[in-house]
């Protein structure tokens, strides 16, 4: 019997060799699968609490200045630990606290077996989105009465401790075995838990669960592809129209029809009945999905041809697939099938994953781990979608060596073919009557010639107004230094060793003279390895002499327009001796190969793979070759080129960047030529309520397509207010830090009035640092959080949960925020635009449109700068008023907005919504009498 004592500890800060002393024991011990003791006590540090510890924990001084001493409770503690596993969450932070405290108070230092609950969290639970103590209580139903209290912290610990053994528990034999093979490289000292489970497991016949075993690694079920019969008679649009909306008014009580969403409906199968491109912009709340999928089906049923939904967001993607989509399902008279489809990439590869999971010893601890998670992944996956899975960035290293890849993944005559997750999403979207994908897919597919999606004519692309900046993207050209590099090193070339040396041995064995191929492979190696590092330290030299104004992510950006003198001179010999040297060294490197290909009877499967894994990562080295040779040395005119530098990173952090300076054109001819109806829908496609920018841009004139406006159902001039500051300093009338200093003071005041709840958004990356440390001043005393994209780690999904989270928060945020963030209800109140957004001047692929459109004789600000601002303002907008219940306001510290002609095009742009101006004073009692 296994005796598990679970400790956490509240501390005056992070560092034992600091100073910093334990304020609070909690304590549990678990045995036989359930808490049969608990202990908790306050510790006098001896030391003043400093403010934060006091507001993080609610622990003040009064609670401390009277407890025992650290080596008054340490017998305590010792008793417990007396052949017990010591377990934390998060076991290095408190066992280094604690064992800190014992030597000083003159104990011995715990050396037993340790568990931690994060690494095993991390393991067991691989989907989840954070591995917080505070957010897997929730995750699981673990009531956590006192947050970063160390009683309630302990408790909440062995529950979940708890809950993992039982997880651990249900896990098939075959799984337990190659998590014990892997255990060792571990944190946490589960080894003998793992054994112990295994041999109980073995005297019983292990029950049947949703799973198989094959080839020794176990995984779900998969659910067979299911043949849905065709239509015998064609549906009527208008019935399943009014079953849909008889069923949901069956469903859900006061139902309405609402009329925006019925009339969409309608237009949406007229333009796939009479095969027409249409845009529609549907205002928020209009509930613009149903108003798609509805038609789409039923035209689908109807023609037995599939239509195409594409999104840009992975969480619209989510949104359908798991409420839209199963609600159709559940309310519609008839069956239809719907799939998700992405590029190869996001998929797991069996046979390769299969390959790296017996090969240990040469890794390190983040591929441990994710070999781990993905064994128990592998149980719960209906998709093997690297999207559904929590990676360390050591874990995304590891994915590229197990993802499919067409050069070298699951192929006809591999065992793992039949259930291989990429083949599979192939199979199930041949017969799908909706298919749901994402934008970049939609443009890969039309340079591969339909090798990911079905043919199909009609599609739908939501989030539309985000289709000429992926365009843009797609059609694009970029790599760098560690893309470049990585090739080398997934092959093993970069050490000699990994797959390179493998094949060599391999060679050796088989009695092939290699040797002298070996010798130049090296050489080669040696010289590129230098010229590549040499060529993007230049080009990192030429970006920093060059410019000093960074971007929104801030980097430094520089433009290639006609590029001359020594140092240019310089860069481009570089580049043609690397490009010459990888030319060579592919010579020698298929020599290799075609040794491989003449022995091909004699190898092995694992062999075989080895080799194709080489092929297939040297392919794709050539590829960022040719991308070296094409962004350095060829020239095209419908390209704008530039380099970025990270003026803070590696002196080699260098990115090239190419992209079509005109897009519409391809559009027109690759895409909307080729279709039959393709509909873009969007809450923001118009701009002064005309679709004109949005055609022109996207290369649709000649289509004459079908437009229409579905306004919001939301009553604006109730539930939102736009308030502009009139005391506010324009941005080029003083400097940058007295420009802070005014908007810093202006959003306090507000906040202290909304009590937080407000999302800032800049359109500069720099302006957000500066603003960020000043109002971390302003704020010292105050109850407010301060989150800020860029400062604070974490995606932006990450940032919007903990500001969701927080009590009183304010989120600082740039271009990713301005859309897509959903804060429903009392989480957001008031929005704060900063600056108008404006594409900056200098970048590269605004400049070259400017530079075309004012050659043909246009106004590059009336016909680009403009309508592109209206459309993000629109977009930010957006994000405060997300339902029928939300209020808000939306402050703009731009003045240009009530002050110039074209200002008014942007509050023209926007739904009927009241405009206050004012001082900020003035606004702020006005905010506080409405809220």
């Keep these: 019997m296994n005796r598990y004592t679970i400790i956490d500890f509240e501390t005056t800060g992070n560092s034992p060799k600091n100073g910093d002393k334990i304020i609070q024991i909690g304590l549990a011990v678990v045995e036989d699968g359930s808490i049969v003791e608990r202990y908790a006590s306050f510790v006098n540090p001896e030391q003043r609490l400093p403010p934060f510890i006091q507001q993080l924990t609610g622990i003040t001084d009064d609670d401390v200045k009277d407890a025992p001493l650290f080596e008054e409770v340490a017998p305590e503690l010792l008793k417990r630990l007396d052949g017990a596993y010591f377990v934390a969450h998060n076991v290095r932070f408190d066992l280094n606290f604690m064992n800190a405290e014992l030597d000083e108070s003159g104990y011995e230092p715990f050396s037993g077996p340790i568990i931690d609950t994060v690494e095993l969290a991390r393991i067991l639970l691989p989907t989840a989105e954070a591995y917080k103590l505070s957010w897997l209580a929730d995750h699981l139903s673990i009531t956590h009465e006192n947050p970063h209290q160390a009683d309630s912290d302990a408790e909440v610990t062995a529950e979940l401790l708890l809950y993992l053994f039982d997880k651990l528990n249900d896990l098939p034999i075959v799984t337990l075995h190659q998590l014990a093979e892997l255990a060792a490289r571990l944190y946490s000292d589960i080894e003998v838990v793992l054994n112990e489970m295994i041999e109980q497991k073995q005297l019983v016949i292990e029950p049947e669960g949703n799973f198989e075993v094959f080839r020794d690694i176990a995984m779900k079920r998969q659910e067979e592809l299911k043949e849905i019969e065709p239509m015998k008679e064609p549906i009527l ?70 239509v195409v939904v594409s999104t840009h967001t992975i969480q619209l993607q989510e949104q359908l697939l798991q409420r839209d989509i199963p609600f159709l399902r559940d309310i519609l008279p008839f069956e239809f099938g719907a799939t998700i489809i992405k590029g190869r990439s996001n998929y797991l590869d069996l046979t390769r994953f299969e390959q790296q999971l017996y090969r240990v010893e040469d890794d390190n601890y983040d591929t441990i781990l994710t070999k781990a998670q993905i064994l128990i992944w592998l149980l719960e996956t209906d998709y093997g979608d690297v999207e559904e899975l929590n990676l360390s960035s050591g874990g995304k290293l590891f994915w590229q060596q197990v993802k499919s890849d067409a050069a070298v993944s699951a192929n006809h ?335 306090l005041q507000i906040a202290r009035v909304t009590r937080g709840r407000m999302l800032v958004l800049f359109t500069s990356y720099d302006m957000l640092r500066k603003a960020h440390h000043r109002m971390k001043e302003l704020i010292e005393h105050d109850e407010l959080t301060l989150i800020s994209q860029g400062v604070d780690s974490g995606s932006r999904v990450r940032l919007t949960k903990n500001f969701k989270e927080s009590d009183e928060a304010i989120l600082f945020g740039t271009s990713s925020f301005w859309e897509g963030v959903d804060i429903p209800g009392e989480d957001l109140s008031c929005l704060i635009i900063v600056r108008l957004p404006f594409s900056p001047p200098d970048n590269p692929v605004f400049q070259a449109r400017s530079e075309q459109l004012k050659e043909s004789g246009g106004n590059p600000f009336m016909e680009l700068s403009l309508p592109e601002a209206i459309i993000r303002f629109k977009q930010g907008f957006g994000r405060l008023v997300r339902s029928q219940r939300d209020r808000g306001a939306v402050f703009v510290f731009d003045r240009r907005i009530i002050s110039t002609r074209y200002g008014r095009s942007f509050v023209k742009s926007l739904p009927e919504v009241p405009l206050l101006k004012g001082s900020i004073e003035e606004l702020v009692n006005e905010l506080d009498l409405w809220l």
């Design 237 to 306: 649009f208008e019935e399943a129209q009014k079953d849909l909306a008889d069923r949901m008014a069956q469903i859900i009580p006061g139902f309405e029809v609402r009329k925006g969403q019925s009339d969409m409906m309608k237009q949406v199968a007229l333009a796939f009945e009479q095969n027409q491109h249409a845009l529609i912009e549907a205002g928020t709340g209009i509930g613009k999905s149903l108003g798609y999928l509805l038609p789409g089906v039923v035209h689908a049923k109807n023609t037995g041809k599939p």
């Design 413 to 747: 005559r591999s065992p793992w073919f039949s259930r291989d997750f990429y083949h599979r999403r192939k199979r199930f979207s041949m017969n799908a009557d909706l298919i749901i994908s994402n934008h970049a897919l939609l443009f890969s597919d039309l340079i591969n010639e339909h090798q990911l999606l079905p043919a199909y004519q009609q599609a739908v692309i939501d989030e539309a107004h985000h289709l000429e900046d992926i365009a843009t993207e797609f059609f694009g050209v970029k790599t760098d230094y560690f893309a470049i590099i990585q090739g080398f090193v997934r092959m093993g070339l970069k050490d000699g060793d990994g797959l390179y040396g493998k094949i060599v041995s391999i060679l050796k064995d088989l009695e092939s003279d290699v040797q002298e191929y070996k010798v130049e492979i090296d050489a080669y190696v040696k010289t590129i390895l230098g010229d590549l590092d040499e060529l993007f330290r230049m080009l990192h030299r030429y970006v920093q002499k060059n410019i000093n104004r960074s971007n929104e992510i801030g980097r430094l950006s520089y433009r290639l327009t006609e590029e001359s003198g020594p140092a240019w001179e310089a860069i481009q010999e570089a580049a043609h001796r690397l490009v010459f040297y990888l030319k060579d060294l592919d010579k020698v490197l298929k020599k290799l190969e075609k040794e491989f290909d003449l022995k091909e009877d004699e190898l092995t499967r694992e062999q075989l793979n080895a080799a194709a894994d080489f092929k297939g990562i040297h392919a794709s080295v050539l590829e960022e070759l040719a991308k070296v040779d094409y962004l350095l040395l060829q020239e095209n005119n419908n390209d704008v080129k530039w380099v970025e530098i990270d003026p803070k990173g590696a002196l080699n952090s260098a990115f090239l960047f190419s992209r079509p300076v005109e897009v519409g054109t391809v559009l027109s001819s690759e895409y909307f030529g080729k279709k039959k109806s393709i509909l873009l829908t969007s809450a923001t496609l118009t701009v002064r309520n005309s679709f004109d920018y949005m055609v022109k841009r996207l290369g649709l004139e000649e289509f004459g397509p079908i437009v229409e406006r579905y306004e919001s159902p939301f009553d604006y001039s109730e539930q939102a207010r736009l308030m502009i500051p009139t005391d506010l300093p324009m941005i080029k009338d003083v400097s940058d830090a007295q420009f802070v200093e005014h908007i810093t003071d202006a959003i």
